[in-house]
């Protein structure tokens, strides 16, 4: 049989918790006040965040209830399929069966409302009016307006400037949803100012974009930041991809031997990897995690395992993770959504402690890869998920080479159909690798902010 297979869940399947993995994973570092060098508290989270959020961030306990009006919200597009790739093994002549966790499905494109549709949530029942926060590429950006048209909260968003030129679309997504899109750096903050003094032709990046969504949430009691990546409570919510697909093999009678997941701030990949971690972490899995970025910004294959700040400007709290520095401007590669200098500390904890394998990986190479799988199963993926399946063809040609018909399962964070200009310059030969700049990593990474008991 090589026809694609679909293992779809019933609303009566939702997940009713998300999954900590803080609770099974050792020797996490604590998040730091970026004044103090204190460990951060509930009540230093306050100016940007609800209590709630707050306490989820910094919270050890394993199962974490979810509301069942943000269960209900979820029904409108979850359980998310998980599909068989039989078409996909065939162009391959692999042994190996690959499956893939299809995100695109949500109303935004991607599996970023998986965090949107809660903090909204959270927010609103804190009596918050208004959300800022930051995109790269658009997806993030898309499910918060999503999210606050839903629950009736308004949304402002500082778009990375050379996505927000690149990704028209994604900008009008975000307006027709009726949220405020900024290209940035812009002149609406002093950090943003004070970018554009230093370089008025700044192309931005997440970081940038980070600190003038911070600066505008602290400075307004009746706007919170809201954050799509990178964060605790961020990754906690998106653990709902992973524990339907662990529930979504058995119904397909298997069990993973490989997870890949696309990383630039690690939501995608913690939200499909963590259940199978804390599967492996019982003693009941023996599964590899692999993390694929891109070779421009390599956070985990080359950046340095320290305390950072996850913005430009020194705004946030100081977080142990990979990172290639705070001030470091990625190139303007197309997978905006992995422009980003930091990986979550969680990610980041659990590939220090051997548990998931980091991968980097060209432009070309994904672009490549994506069109392999469009080909062969009919969904045009976003240049972000690309990373994902290349590596997950990858390790499908190693088991043709050795034989070996293992499992592999791959998360499919979003659809490409906003992306269309770039598989365009990659069809007519304009899309380049852009180089890793080793150079503007060391001058970042020298600036990194010194912790003593580091």
Not at 202 to 227: F, H, K, Q
Not at 307 to 317: E, I, S, V
Request: hydrophobic fraction near 40%; charge should be negative.
């Amino acid at each position: 049989m090589t026809g694609q297979i679909k293992f779809q869940l019933t609303e009566r399947d939702l997940p009713t918790t998300w999954y900590n993995i803080a609770a099974d994973l050792p020797g996490l570092d604590p998040l730091l006040h970026p004044g103090t060098g204190a460990p951060i508290t509930v009540d230093d989270l306050a100016p940007i965040m609800p209590e709630e959020l707050a306490r989820q961030e910094l919270s050890t306990e394993r199962e974490v209830e979810i509301p069942e009006q943000v269960r209900q919200l979820y029904a409108q597009w979850r359980p998310s399929p998980l599909f068989r790739a039989r078409r996909l093994e065939q162009a391959l002549d692999t042994p190996a069966r690959i499956y893939y966790k299809y995100e695109g499905v949500s109303p935004a494109g991607s599996h970023k409302p998986n965090t949107a549709i809660p903090q909204v949530f959270y927010n609103k029942e804190a009596g918050i009016t208004r959300l800022v926060t930051e995109t790269g590429a658009g997806q993030w950006g898309s499910a918060l307006s999503f999210a606050g048209a839903l629950l009736g909260l308004d949304v402002t968003v500082y778009m990375v400037k050379v996505s927000f030129h690149q990704k028209p679309y994604r900008r009008l997504l975000m307006e027709t949803y009726g949220a405020r899109c900024v290209p940035s750096p812009s002149t609406e903050t002093a950090a943003g100012r004070a970018i554009l003094a230093d370089d008025p032709d700044c192309t931005g990046s997440l970081g940038i974009a980070t600190s003038e969504a911070v600066e505008l949430a602290a400075n307004d009691p009746l706007t919170n930041y809201a954050g799509g990546s990178v964060l605790n409570h961020v990754l906690l919510h998106q653990s709902v991809i992973g524990k339907e697909a662990l529930r979504q093999l058995e119904l397909a009678d298997d069990q993973a031997d490989v997870v890949i997941g696309c990383a630039g701030g690690g939501s995608n990949l913690g939200g499909l990897s963590f259940p199978f971690i804390g599967e492996k972490l019982a003693g009941r899995s023996d599964v590899r995690v692999i993390a694929a970025e891109p070779a421009a910004c390599p956070t985990l294959t080359q950046g340095k395992f320290a305390y950072d700040f996850g913005d430009t400007a020194g705004l946030t709290p100081l977080l142990r993770m990979h990172t290639l520095g705070h001030g470091f401007v990625p190139p303007a590669f197309h997978a905006g959504g992995l422009r980003y200098h930091g990986m979550a500390p969680l990610v980041s904890g659990a590939v220090e402690q051997g548990y998931i394998e980091p991968v980097a990986i060209s432009q070309t190479d994904c672009f490549a890869a994506g069109l392999t799988f469009a080909k062969s199963e009919g969904i045009v993926p976003a240049p972000e998920s690309t990373h994902a399946i290349s590596a997950a063809i990858t390790e499908a040609l190693r088991c043709k080479e050795e034989g070996r018909g293992e499992t592999i399962v791959f998360g499919l964070s979003g659809h490409g159909h906003f992306d269309l200009s770039a598989y365009q310059a990659y069809l007519t030969g304009d899309l380049r690798d852009e180089p890793y700049d080793s150079v503007g990593v060391a001058a970042a990474l020298n600036d990194l902010p010194v912790v003593p008991d580091a």
